[in-house]
């Protein structure tokens, strides 16, 4: 399969994602309050931790793409065969793809130390 195609493909179903997660703004002058409940559900939950439990589902989300694009490197180094092109592909892709889950690790630690912070 082309890589190229594979990026997009991920790419386009990631951008969906994005844009069919639902997101509510509060602009509220008193700061932040508690999501109110609706008619048959348990507690109200803060929009601050409704905002990390999204965030950290995105954030998850990434790293299963990421292991993906692991695999699909290690699987394309194996079947390399001797081919030094392909190997170096394969080696690109699997380097960006570790370097993704280092982002994607430094901007959980980021988010979830900035609500906390807010919170506080």
Sequence with gaps: MNMKKVL???????????????????????????????????????????IRNVVNALLALAAIIAAIFIIIGGVQYITSAGDEDAAATAKNTLIYALLGVVVIILSAVLVNFIITAVQA
């Design 8 to 50: 997009v493909g991920v790419t386009a179903l990631s951008m969906l994602g994005f844009l069919a997660a639902p997101t509510v703004a509060f602009a509220l002058p008193t700061g932040f309050t508690t999501v109110t409940n609706f008619e048959g559900t348990q507690g109200g939950v803060d929009v601050l931790a409704a």
